[in-house]
């Protein structure tokens, strides 16, 4: 049978980055309460979380690669609202900020935790951070948690 590595919620010992952006504030400190609420059930301490506030969606993977490449965080959690308007821009910067949240990830190999909303209107993006709802902050978290335990678990393993 197959061997399956998975990782867990376990979060002593670990840090954090959170970038969270200050447009569409409402719903990105909803975002954050989730994320930071879920931190602290898994036992991550506060001194073990560094949060950075960027203005708006489109600077979170500038943030999320230098705490990444800062060596003090096992894992980034991007938090934002993009809420589509009368023009194109939405699109622009919900590939911009999805693109350059991936490359960060991959060029630094730290997790990087994709908890940026795109929705059609502020009531959804306030359901979706609503943490009696959908909560989607503290998924994010849940995430990056689950992420370090894993890149831990295979790093530790052998190989066959």
Not at 51 to 64: D, M, N, R, S, Y
Not at 74 to 94: K, N, Q
Not at 99 to 123: C, H, K, N, R
């Amino acid at each position: 049978m197959a061997k399956i590595h998975e990782g867990n919620l376990k979060g002593n010992r670990h840090r954090f980055g959170v970038v969270v952006s200050k447009f569409n504030g409402r719903v990105t400190e909803k975002l954050l309460e989730g994320a930071l609420a879920v931190l602290k059930e898994h036992a991550v301490q506060d001194e073990d979380i560094k949060i950075a506030k960027v203005p708006g969606a489109f600077e979170i993977p500038l943030t999320a690669k230098r705490l990444a490449q800062s060596g003090t965080v096992h894992a980034v959690i991007c938090l934002g609202a993009v809420i589509r308007g009368e023009t194109p821009h939405f699109e622009y910067i919900s590939q911009a900020v999805s693109q350059g949240i991936t490359q960060v990830m991959l060029e630094t190999g730290v997790p990087i935790s994709f908890g940026v909303l795109t929705t059609d209107t502020v009531q959804q993006a306030m359901q979706r951070a609503d943490r009696k709802r959908y909560d989607r902050g503290g998924d994010a978290a849940k995430t990056a948690l689950e992420m370090v335990g894993l890149l831990k678990n295979l790093k530790q393993r052998n190989p066959v």
